[in-house]
């Protein structure tokens, strides 16, 4: 063993000094982790040259949902909404789009969730095929967007409440894709009561 002096620092082994094998190894377990995250960042080869839907994002009781532009004609802020006497509850009434009279449907309560009364900040979705057309009730619409046709995880029917038959899938984001042509298809929305 040698003695140094006080004023000199003790030496270095040599291993400290080149660099010891925990530090190397160390440093290709953070490239190897990176490079995994990048791998899993980027969206898989199968929805990357897919084909995509552009939906209409928006919100209702808190949820996410979303479909397809090519069945939205329109949409508008609810204004000047009139009630209907003997309709259904889902009905919430009837608003004039310059000069075209309109129903407003909540989906909440068609598909028998909890659904609140409307808000002035409300927004209404204009829906559209050659049979029929109506307003579906949103809380907010977030935007447009663009997601994987076949992308969507079979739908969770059994935990959002609404029917199967209504519910195409859902994305990785949580976002629940509807299916207007069903739900336009769907005659229980046509009323024929008289008073």
Do not use: W
């Amino acid at each position: 063993m040698t003695r140094h002096s006080s004023n000199q620092p003790p030496p270095v082994p040599a291993s400290a000094r080149e660099g010891n094998g925990a530090e190397r190894s160390l440093s290709k377990d953070e490239k190897i982790l990176a490079e995994r995250a990048q791998r899993l960042a980027r969206e898989p080869a199968a929805e990357q040259g897919g084909e995509r839907l552009e939906v209409v994002e928006f919100l209702l009781g808190g949820e996410r949902y979303g479909l397809e532009t090519s069945f939205i004609r329109e949409v508008h802020p609810l204004r000047e909404l009139t009630p209907l006497p003997c309709t259904p509850s889902f009905v919430l009434g009837i608003i004039n789009l310059r000069g075209e009279v309109i129903s407003v449907i909540d989906i909440r309560q068609f598909f028998q969730l909890v659904a609140p009364g409307p808000a002035e900040s409300n927004m209404v979705i204009v829906l559209q095929d050659a049979a029929m057309r109506f307003a579906l009730l949103a809380d907010a619409v977030l935007g447009v967007r663009r997601v994987p046709a076949g992308g969507a995880q079979p739908s969770i029917a059994a935990v959002t409440g609404i029917g199967a038959d209504y519910l195409k899938g859902v994305t990785r984001d949580h976002l629940l894709l509807l299916d207007a042509g069903k739900i336009l298809a769907d005659r229980r929305l046509v009323v024929h009561e008289e008073v």
